[in-house]
């Protein structure tokens, strides 16, 4: 047990819908990674938060968003959604001292 | 721009014969270099990191890392595979100058044959 939460773990939604996934962080982290992994595209970077404040953005569309709230966890907001957004979505918190992110157990979301 | 390369996306090594997995980095400095390994379903999980120092450094499941610098190399290495050992494994590196940049690799995924 890596000590971060991800909710729900499964997600089948119909393709124009809007989902949420929740992430919280191991106790202390104030980073959180937001990770998109597909089979075809691997694992991507979509965005990271550091003690509520975007840090760095990578290949995350204009549909999705996120934001980290006052007691640090975290929201991916995914709308529009098509059938290529089916995926996992996993949700990282780093441990500031040593640069090693802790994983959680991923969001496995099914767009029909 | 820096990168990171797992040349080889799929490898099949019989159980009790040994595995190096190759991580090849693009940076002009030292990053900190990284092994997780991702089980079927899993989140990835930590195997061993370099920071600096000794370029052999010891990880979790009887894995070990050697940095090369010469080569921008970190290839993973275990001299005796186990069943349990089949996954995926990503090298990952940390640029820690200018805008930090936490980078992985494409990812290796090991068979493991009995």
């Known amino acids: 047990d890596s000590g971060v939460t991800q909710t729900p773990k499964h997600l089948i939604t119909a393709t124009g819908q809007r989902v949420t996934l929740r992430c919280s962080p191991r106790?202390?982290?104030?980073?959180v990674y937001w990770y998109q992994q597909s089979l075809d595209q691997g694992l991507q970077f979509l965005i990271q938060y550091y003690n509520g404040e975007e840090r760095a953005k990578g290949n995350i569309l204009e549909r999705f968003s996120a934001q980290q709230f006052p007691d640090l966890h975290s929201e991916l907001n995914l709308s529009s959604l098509e059938l290529g957004d089916s995926a996992l979505y996993f949700c990282a918190s780093q441990e500031g001292s040593t640069d090693t992110q802790y994983f959680g157990p991923g969001t496995r979301l099914t767009v029909l | 721009a820096q990168s990171v390369t797992q040349p080889d996306i799929h490898i099949t090594v019989s159980e009790g014969a040994s595995l190096e997995l190759r991580c090849n980095y693009s940076y002009g400095a030292t990053p900190y270099l990284f092994w997780y390994v991702q089980s079927p379903g899993q989140g990835l999980q930590l195997l061993l990191k370099?920071?600096?120092?000794?370029?052999l450094v010891q990880g979790i499941k009887g894995f070990e890392a050697e940095f090369k610098r010469s080569q921008s190399s970190f290839n993973l290495r275990k001299p005796s595979v186990h069943w349990s050992d089949a996954a995926e494994y990503f090298c990952?590196?940390?640029?820690?100058?200018?805008?930090?940049?936490?980078?992985f690799g494409t990812g290796t995924r090991l068979k493991v044959l009995a």
């Open positions: 990952a590196v940390v640029i820690t100058s200018g805008t930090y940049k936490y980078i």
């Open positions: 106790s202390g982290d104030l980073s």
């Open positions: 370099y920071f600096s120092g000794d370029t």
